[in-house]
């Protein structure tokens, strides 16, 4: 039984002559294996820990030797075994968690003197130097015949580049790498992410450039990557739609979208309020969502995409006289911010409400509405644009969404003398 993780041995004696241990440990290689006594010549159980200065290692007895675990961080990586004779603990940090458990309980089984045939015992002899290096933190494969066929990744991973290795789909040995920061998997040939990538919960940069993705699942909007991911790359691509829960990643800083096929951006997009770098260039946008004009960037490129000239006289009118009571209902909730969830309506209509339309005069609007599109100079929402067309343009087609009658002809009355100065 062997386990590579960071040791501090703090002997207990030290405060009885007014010292302090270290407070750090180093990286080692803890075994637990036979060894023959060469006074007694009896075998015992012992406890090797192996370190880069000390590659021959200390020995420990197990057997009956063992006072106390202390395992209140073990999911953590960190467990302390606390020895009777040296009056020493060992402090274990920055293990993997399974390891250290099956560690602890190889160990809690030498000291009760179990049969050493049932333990999972190996050899005690010294390690080699790459046995007690620092973990490691970033891993980059740029060649499918650098690719770990038969070994796992370093569990201590921070950084994964796995790129031009043709990767038809993400490797589930990855998706164990807990302390994963950044993950980039361009120039492969993914066509599906796994919804477990959610459970990276450390995860702030995901870069997907340059493979066959058709879809982006709701699940992976809806895991941890809400409260982690920062960057996520998703620039040539094959996609077409976004889902609408797209929007709950709202941690986004810089989201890349170009090179795709999309038609529409997500409709909740002004829910990305610490987002600052945009880039959606050479879709098939013909139109931005209202939402659009809540955003704060710093970078935006909209480049070749088919982008309509609009006509604010061309209107989508969807009222209904007098409005249904379902839609007088709905539109209170929100306009007077009453609280809503699954346990008090049903879950439909909180799926309807979260993807209502607000009107100019700020009033809320869902099932009965009129839709028209303006144009916008996207320098309204970003410092620097990039140019719209090779024409020099800055400015796109942008909707908006009236509640009423009432407010649609305020808005031509304003459109009107605007165009009249």
């Not at 501090?8 to 007014?18: A, D, K, Q």
């Amino acid at each position: 039984m062997k386990l590579q993780c960071d040791v501090e041995v703090i002997n207990r004696m030290l405060p009885t002559f007014g010292l302090k241990s270290k407070g750090k440990g180093t990286r080692a290689m803890l075994s637990i294996g036979k060894h023959v006594d060469k006074t007694t010549q009896r075998s015992n159980v012992y406890l090797l820990i192996c370190t880069a200065k000390d590659r021959a290692g200390s020995k420990y007895k197990l057997k009956e030797n063992i006072e106390k675990f202390f395992t209140w961080f073990v999911e953590e990586g960190k467990a302390t075994i606390r020895l009777k004779e040296p009056a020493v603990d060992i402090c274990l940090s920055k293990a993997d968690a399974n390891s250290l458990k099956n560690f602890l309980s190889a160990a809690r089984l030498a000291h009760r003197g179990s049969d050493i045939d049932c333990l999972p015992l190996s050899t005690l002899t010294p390690v080699r130097a790459r046995d007690v290096e620092k973990p490691k933190k970033k891993l980059t494969i740029i060649s499918k015949k650098d690719y770990p066929l038969t070994s796992n990744f370093p569990y201590s991973l921070e950084q994964l580049q796995v790129s031009y290795c043709k990767l038809s789909r993400v490797d589930m040995r990855m998706l164990s790498l807990k302390a994963l920061r950044r993950l980039d998997l361009s120039n492969n040939h993914i066509k599906k992410l796994p919804a477990t990538i959610g459970d990276l919960s450390c995860l702030a940069e995901l870069v997907l450039h340059n493979n066959h993705l058709e879809s982006f699942s709701e699940a992976l909007c809806l895991s941890t990557l809400q409260r982690s991911l920062q960057h996520l790359d998703l620039s040539q691509n094959r996609l077409q739609l976004l889902p609408a829960q797209f929007c709950q990643l709202r941690e986004l800083v810089n989201l890349k979208l170009d090179d795709n096929k999309l038609l529409q951006l997500p409709f909740r997009i002004g829910q990305f309020t610490k987002m600052r770098f945009l880039s959606a260039a050479h879709n098939q946008l013909t139109l931005l969502p209202g939402d659009f004009r809540k955003l704060s960037l710093e970078n935006l490129d909209l480049f070749g995409n088919p982008f309509t000239q609009p006509n604010p006289l061309d209107h989508t009118i969807q009222l209904t006289f007098p409005l249904t009571l379902q839609e007088m209902a709905s539109r209170a909730v929100l306009n007077f911010r009453i609280p809503y969830g699954p346990h008090l309506i049903p879950f439909h209509l909180c799926h309807e409400l979260e993807f209502a339309k607000f009107c100019d005069c700020g009033q809320a609007c869902l099932n009965s509405y009129i839709q028209t599109a303006v144009s916008m100079n996207l320098h309204l929402v970003s410092h620097t644009v990039v140019l719209v067309d090779d024409m020099g343009g800055t400015e796109a087609p942008v909707q908006r969404h009236f509640c009423s009658l009432m407010c649609y002809c305020e808005f031509l009355d304003g459109c009107v003398q605007r165009g009249m100065r």
